[in-house]
């Protein structure tokens, strides 16, 4: 699959970064704390904006357990909104404006909250969420900051309280679509989730795995059930995930293999500044874009770094407007 690269390559539509975290030296919002090492990944979003044409920007409570995680999560939803004012992807408008722009265009978010299997259960948290996704959060997901992968010697089912948050989601989203992050979850778990969107339970969402390893962590015919459901699975370019470039390219050839020269269902998803090393060489949205048009001929290359994720976009906010 290798060919030479263009002389500028498409920008990339990123499943996951973790955008709000190079503000934690400076910002209220975020205590560098409570993410050690942050200062040391800030090199990981260099060149990111004029690189990356739309992402989906994970908000979400610090990692443990917190006092006020809507408090958090409220400022850190409104300096995403202050950052890309009339950018935030969220309905068929925006995404007709969107589609209406230069390439070289600023970059646009989707909203994107993490963690929510601790959180829904709160009081009143039906309604704060439903007050979030009214003002544009449009992909969830059930574990928080993820960096690596699931333990694959703990595999287990769903818990209690991801149940209770998916139909919580369910409730707050009054039928509008969204995208339901399975990364970090172990198989089974993510198995799990699969089915209750199968079997009507997840009303509108559609599965996602934001950022993983080969075939996003999932089995093979969950995989395809994903593939069924309209999801798509982000890779991500860190060691935790690949060991290298090689592996990484390698994983991307076994998908091409199962999805076409297409990669129908595969993406990119960085993790940049949530993960914690990336893979030598691709450190950067620049390096990352170079080495696949590259490694990968133009068509494939940019199938998975914009194509598949903009039918998935396209799919989710179209009929949200339809419906509004």
């Given at each position: 699959?290798?060919?030479?690269?263009?002389?500028?390559?498409?920008?990339?539509?990123?499943?996951?970064?973790?955008?709000?975290?190079?503000?934690?030296?400076?910002?209220?919002?975020?205590?560098?704390?409570?993410?050690?090492?942050?200062?040391?990944?800030?090199?990981?979003?260099?060149?990111?904006?004029?690189?990356?044409?739309?992402?989906?920007?994970?908000?979400?409570?610090?990692?443990?357990?917190?006092p006020d995680p809507w408090g958090e999560i409220s400022r850190l939803f409104?300096?995403?909104?202050?950052?890309?004012?009339?950018?935030?992807?969220?309905?068929?408008?925006?995404?007709d404006r969107f589609a209406a722009e230069a390439d070289d265009t600023l970059?646009?978010?989707?909203?994107?909250?993490?963690?929510?299997?601790?959180?829904?259960?709160?009081?009143?948290?039906?309604?704060?969420?439903?007050?979030?996704?009214?003002?544009?959060?449009?992909?969830?997901?059930?574990?928080?900051?993820?960096?690596?992968?699931?333990?694959?010697?703990?595999?287990?089912?769903?818990?209690?309280?991801?149940?209770?948050?998916?139909?919580?989601?369910?409730?707050?989203?009054?039928?509008?679509?969204?995208?339901?992050?399975?990364?970090?979850?172990?198989?089974?778990?993510?198995?799990?989730?699969?089915?209750?969107?199968?079997?009507?339970?997840?009303?509108?969402?559609?599965?996602?795995?934001?950022?993983?390893?080969?075939?996003?962590?999932?089995?093979?015919?969950?995989?395809?059930?994903?593939?069924?459901?309209?999801?798509?699975?982000?890779?991500?370019?860190?060691?935790?995930?690949?060991?290298?470039?090689?592996?990484?390219?390698?994983?991307?050839?076994?998908?091409?293999?199962?999805?076409?020269?297409?990669?129908?269902?595969?993406?990119?998803?960085?993790?940049?500044?949530?993960?914690?090393?990336?893979?030598?060489?691709?450190?950067?949205?620049?390096?990352?874009?170079?080495?696949?048009?590259?490694?990968?001929?133009?068509?494939?290359?940019?199938?998975?770094?914009?194509?598949?994720?903009?039918?998935?976009?396209?799919?989710?906010?179209?009929?949200?407007?339809?419906?509004?």
């Amino acid at each position: 699959m290798n060919a030479p690269a263009p002389a500028s390559p498409p920008r990339l539509i990123d499943l996951a970064v973790e955008w709000p975290l190079q503000y934690a030296e400076e910002s209220t919002a975020i205590d560098a704390a409570d993410y050690p090492g942050i200062a040391k990944r800030i090199g990981q979003v260099d060149g990111y904006l004029s690189t990356t044409l739309a992402a989906i920007i994970w908000i979400g409570p610090a990692p443990g357990d917190r006092p006020d995680p809507w408090g958090e999560i409220s400022r850190l939803f409104a300096g995403v909104e202050a950052e890309f004012s009339g950018r935030i992807l969220a309905d068929a408008a925006d995404l007709d404006r969107f589609a209406a722009e230069a390439d070289d265009t600023l970059t646009w978010a989707v909203v994107g909250l993490r963690g929510c299997a601790s959180f829904l259960q709160s009081e009143n948290a039906r309604d704060r969420l439903a007050a979030l996704i009214d003002r544009g959060l449009r992909a969830v997901r059930l574990a928080g900051l993820v960096n690596r992968p699931a333990d694959p010697t703990h595999d287990r089912g769903l818990t209690d309280l991801e149940r209770s948050a998916i139909s919580t989601l369910v409730s707050a989203s009054s039928g509008r679509p969204l995208l339901l992050d399975l990364a970090g979850l172990p198989p089974t778990a993510a198995s799990e989730a699969i089915g209750c969107l199968e079997a009507g339970d997840g009303g509108q969402l559609v599965p996602i795995v934001s950022l993983g390893g080969p075939m996003g962590g999932l089995r093979p015919d969950d995989l395809a059930r994903l593939q069924t459901l309209g999801g798509v699975i982000g890779f991500c370019p860190a060691r935790a995930f690949f060991p290298d470039a090689e592996a990484f390219g390698n994983a991307l050839d076994e998908a091409a293999e199962l999805f076409g020269v297409d990669l129908d269902a595969v993406a990119i998803g960085t993790g940049f500044l949530g993960i914690t090393e990336p893979i030598e060489g691709l450190g950067n949205a620049p390096d990352l874009i170079d080495w696949l048009f590259s490694r990968f001929t133009p068509r494939a290359a940019q199938a998975m770094t914009r194509e598949n994720v903009l039918k998935r976009v396209h799919r989710m906010l179209v009929p949200a407007h339809k419906n509004s």
